[in-house]
């Protein structure tokens, strides 16, 4: 990821990012509940909403965000919740420092933002990680064909279906404005 992007996710959590609603999504508890706790990772997670939610239920849980920032403000709010976690300023495509294997991988817009070898690069890098018969929770928006921008495409999901078995996809919108999907992944066991 290039250093404006770097500098401006940075920035971004100096205010209230859209993204960070402080609210784990329904998709998770519902994983959360029919899953006994293990261990978890949470790429691109922010300020550490749902790194908190996992912790309090048990999961012994580590997240990683390229955003400093983020993750400053995540280790505050997990000792304000009185919880554990591992918080960790690193690059999603590069986590060679990180061992796994998590039971649980989680992602909710950090994947739909990469392009190009760095899509391949974080496929390896879960298929590294993820223990066998672990879970891959991914949530993305689609790319706008009109504007180029990120988002995912088929092309991102067929990578990390040449790891992972695809379990169950639900379709739905980003906030009623364009398409959006949560992925459900298993690693063969």
Avoid at 161 to 174: F, N, P, Y
Wanted: glycine share 10%; aromatic share 12%.
């Amino acid at each position: 990821m290039n250093w404006f992007r770097r500098v401006l996710f940075n920035l971004w959590y100096f205010f209230n990012p859209p993204w960070d609603t402080g609210v784990s999504p329904p998709e998770l508890i519902a994983f959360i509940e029919s899953h006994p706790p293990g261990r978890a990772l949470d790429l691109g997670c922010g300020t550490g909403t749902n790194v908190i939610t996992l912790a309090q239920q048990g999961w012994q849980v580590t997240g990683v965000d390229f955003a400093a920032t983020a993750i400053a403000q995540a280790k505050s709010k997990t000792r304000q919740a009185g919880v554990a976690a591992d918080l960790l300023v690193a690059d999603v495509t590069n986590l060679k420092g990180l061992s796994g294997p998590f039971d649980l991988i989680l992602d909710m817009g950090c994947f739909h933002s990469l392009s190009g070898d760095a899509v391949w690069q974080y496929a390896q890098t879960l298929d590294r990680l993820l223990a066998p018969g672990g879970s891959y929770l991914l949530y993305g928006f689609f790319r706008d064909p009109k504007d180029g921008g990120p988002g995912l495409v088929e092309a991102d999901i067929n990578a990390i279906k040449a790891h992972l078995a695809l379990v169950e996809r639900q379709d739905g919108t980003e906030r009623g404005l364009r398409p959006s999907a949560w992925f459900t992944f298993r690693k063969a066991a």
